[in-house]
């Protein structure tokens, strides 16, 4: 039994990792997930042909544009990179700090981390499997973007 502690006690910040990356770690870029493939694929051929990710690629260069002089500057990159990181880094100690005194302590990391192994391991028998990763991740995805849509209807 304490061999298992041991092991459980080891495997927390790996799990803790695999977690918040689960959650967190998508930044823009080619577009990644079967729903946003999907939703690109207009002619639901199985590829994304260049005609249709451009679009994409155009609001995105749109977005970085702040200053709509039809160029993205390493500026315009650079704040949004800040403003990208400052709403990650909320979102995590606003997840993780518990008793919110700005720190992480390894007492909230362990609390956080099982919490979030108990919520992904559907069945309760003590391990996640792929499916039930795949499941927690769709979950807090969906979470993730009701939440984002939310706040922008409010704002």
Same mark, same amino acid.
Do not use: C
């Given at each position: *039994?304490?061999?298992n502690k041991?092991?459980? @006690? ?11 990356t689960?959650?967190? %770690?998508?930044e ?11 939703r690109?694929d207009?002619? $639901?051929?199985?590829?994304?042909e ?5 679009p %994409? =690629? +155009?609001r995105?260069? *749109?977005?970085?544009?702040?200053n709509?002089?039809? $160029?993205?500057?390493r500026?315009?990159?650079?704040? &949004?990179? #800040? @403003?990208? *990181? ?5 979102r995590?100690? /606003?997840?993780?700090d =518990?008793d919110k ?16 192994? +108990? /919520?992904?391991d ?7 499997? !792929?499916?039930? =990763?795949?499941?927690? !991740?769709? =979950?807090?995805?969906?979470?993730? &973007?009701?939440? #984002? #849509? $939310?706040?922008? %209807?409010?704002?």
């Amino acid at each position: *039994m304490a061999g298992n502690k041991f092991a459980r @006690a080891l495997m927390l910040p790996v799990i803790a990792v695999f977690l918040i990356t689960v959650a967190d %770690a998508r930044e823009p870029g080619i577009p990644r997930g079967v729903k946003t493939f999907e939703r690109l694929d207009k002619d $639901k051929s199985g590829k994304i042909e260049l005609n249709e990710l451009q679009p %994409a =690629a +155009s609001r995105r260069f *749109m977005r970085l544009d702040s200053n709509a002089d039809d $160029k993205v500057t390493r500026g315009e990159i650079e704040d &949004w990179l #800040r @403003a990208t *990181m400052e709403r990650r880094l909320e979102r995590i100690m /606003t997840r993780m700090d =518990a008793d919110k005194d700005s720190a992480i302590s390894r007492s909230e990391l362990d609390d956080y981390v099982s919490g979030q192994f +108990s /919520t992904a391991d559907a069945n309760a028998d003590g391990g996640v499997t !792929h499916d039930e =990763a795949k499941a927690y !991740h769709v =979950a807090k995805r969906k979470k993730f &973007w009701a939440d #984002r #849509r $939310k706040q922008k %209807a409010g704002n």
